[in-house]
């Protein structure tokens, strides 16, 4: 598996999760390069923090309309 170029920020979130789980199987593997686990392991951190990011803002644009939905729809 190549690692790819395409910035993180462009990926959709199926896609760097797609990409993340690629990465952790190529990682287990016995046959690994090691040459490019730094690599490899630059590549799942920014995806990892870009996924976290997205999940973050997610979760602060539904809480108003959960709370909204639990108050009634009062607001």
Do not use: F, W
């Not at 593997?29 to 920014?46: G, P």
């Not at 979760?59 to 309309?65: F, G, K, S, T």
Request: glycine share 4%.
């Amino acid at each position: 598996m190549n690692i790819s170029t395409t910035p993180v920020e462009q990926l959709s979130y199926k896609a760097a999760i797609d990409e993340l789980q690629g990465i952790v199987a190529m990682m287990q593997d016995a046959n690994c390069d090691v040459d490019n686990l730094t690599a490899y392991t630059r590549r799942a951190a920014a995806l990892i923090a870009e996924c976290r990011r997205r999940l973050t803002q997610a979760e602060a644009e539904l809480n108003p309309i959960i709370a909204s939905i639990n108050n009634g729809g009062d607001e």
